[in-house]
């Protein structure tokens, strides 16, 4: 074995491990970006990076005990595909962070629009078992003409 092909499988091991050690790398990212921004073309390579960049974002443990995760990974991807205009290669080279926070984001968001939820749910629960829920028991002439 010369010493050519002992660099060159040392520089392949490397890589490997590199590629191992990162679930998704940024080039791959950028060079999927590149292709969307030629052909408007979200391809199904680009999809899956988001969605494994969502999942990942999710199981961070910020996240991982709500019960909607799942709902959570999608409004993810589906964040990522609306504000995919908004990254500018030439501004910056580094898709993956510029989307990882966009996840984080929505998946705050989305915490918060469930946390506005419950808290409705659990008011009327309350209010509905002390009787103090107004619920109309029959239509009024009014309301039956403006509908």
Do not use: W
Not at 46 to 63: D, I, S, T, Y
């Amino acid at each position: 074995m010369t010493l050519t092909d002992l660099t060159a499988s040392l520089l392949i091991a490397t890589e490997e491990r590199r590629r191992s050690r990162y679930y998704l790398s940024n080039e791959e990212l950028l060079r999927e970006l590149d292709t969307y921004q030629e052909t408007r073309v979200i391809s199904e390579d680009l999809g899956k990076m988001f969605q494994l960049l969502a999942r990942k974002v999710a199981n961070r443990p910020n996240f991982y005990n709500y019960t909607f995760r799942r709902d959570m990974i999608s409004e993810g991807v589906l964040t990522c595909i609306n504000y995919i205009d908004n990254f500018d290669p030439k501004k910056s080279r580094n898709p993956f962070s510029y989307f990882t926070t966009v996840i984080f984001h929505s998946m705050v968001n989305m915490i918060n629009k469930e946390s506005t939820q419950s808290n409705i749910r659990e008011r009327l629960r309350f209010l509905s078992s002390t009787g103090n829920v107004r619920t109309p028991s029959k239509r009024t002439k009014y309301h039956d003409e403006n509908l």
